[in-house]
C-alpha cells in the first residue's frame, strides 16, 4: 500500500521560498516516477516537476528555473524547492507516484498517476 504525505505549504509573499516535503512509505521514492501537481480552484491538476526512477527530471514550462526537484533516498521523501514564488503559484499542490517509465513521467499527466497524498496548501501574496 503506497502512502503520500505532504508538508511544507503556508503562505508567503511575492518573491519568497517554501519547500514541499512528501514522504513515501510502501516503496522506495526512488523506484518509481514521482511528481508534484498543482490544483488552482476548480481547475484540473497541473503537473509542475517529475523524476522517474532513472534520475530523469522534467518541469512545467512554468516552473522557469524557481523550483527545484529531488528525492532523499535515506529519508524516503521527495522535495520541491519553490524560490521566487508569484501569486499564481498558490493552490494546492499535491506529491503523485506510478510505475516506472522515462516517457509517462516526462508528460505528467495527472490521469496516469495512481497514487497521491491529501495535498498541502501553498498560498502566495502580492
Known amino acids: 500500500q503506497v502512502e503520500l504525505v505532504e508538508s511544507g505549504g503556508g503562505s508567503v509573499q511575492a518573491g519568497g521560498s517554501l519547500r514541499l516535503s512528501c514522504v513515501v512509505s510502501?516503496?522506495?521514492?526512488?523506484?518509481?516516477?514521482m511528481a508534484w501537481f498543482r490544483q488552482v480552484r476548480e481547475k484540473g491538476r497541473d503537473g509542475v516537476a517529475s523524476?522517474?526512477?532513472?534520475?530523469?527530471?522534467n518541469y512545467a514550462d512554468f516552473v522557469e528555473g524557481r523550483f527545484s526537484i529531488s528525492q532523499d533516498n535515506v529519508n524516503n521523501t521527495l522535495y520541491l524547492q519553490m524560490n521566487s514564488l508569484k501569486p499564481e503559484d498558490s493552490g494546492i499542490y499535491y506529491c503523485?507516484?506510478?510505475?516506472?517509465?522515462?516517457?509517462?513521467?516526462?508528460?505528467?499527466?495527472?490521469?496516469?498517476?495512481?497514487?497521491w497524498g491529501q495535498g498541502t496548501q501553498v498560498t502566495v501574496s502580492s
Open positions: 503523485a507516484a506510478r510505475p516506472a517509465d522515462s516517457y509517462v513521467c516526462r508528460l505528467r499527466r495527472s490521469r496516469d498517476f495512481g497514487a
Open positions: 510502501g516503496h522506495a521514492v526512488n523506484a518509481r516516477c
Open positions: 523524476i522517474n526512477s532513472d534520475g530523469t527530471i
